[in-house]
């Protein structure tokens, strides 16, 4: 009976991190946003040269990976422990639930 109480905290604590992974996501798709901009409009310059135009457009596009890639960790892991809360509360009894 302990057991599943601890596991009903550790529930409450699992529900906190995911809302901040949610807010970390948030504010990693502003800057994913700002990188895929980058990277179709390139330099914001008034007259810029072919030069600045490449290196704006390369580091757009490592960024761009770079910021995908982090949501999708962040959007794959919400998935995994939403599954694996589910899982746990499904095992609890039903006194506890």
Request: charge should be positive; charged fraction near 15%.
């Amino acid at each position: 009976m302990l057991a599943w109480l601890v596991g009903l905290r550790m529930l409450e604590a699992r529900k906190f991190i995911r809302i901040g992974a949610w807010a970390l996501a948030v504010v990693f798709a502003f800057p994913l946003f700002l990188s895929a901009l980058y990277l179709v409009q390139g330099s914001l310059e008034m007259f810029p040269t072919e030069e600045q135009q490449g290196s704006v457009r390369i580091a757009a596009f490592v960024s761009f990976i770079f910021f995908a890639t982090l949501e999708a960790v962040i959007v794959v892991g919400l998935r995994y422990s939403a599954s694996f809360g589910n899982k746990l509360r499904s095992e609890a009894p039903k006194n506890l639930r």
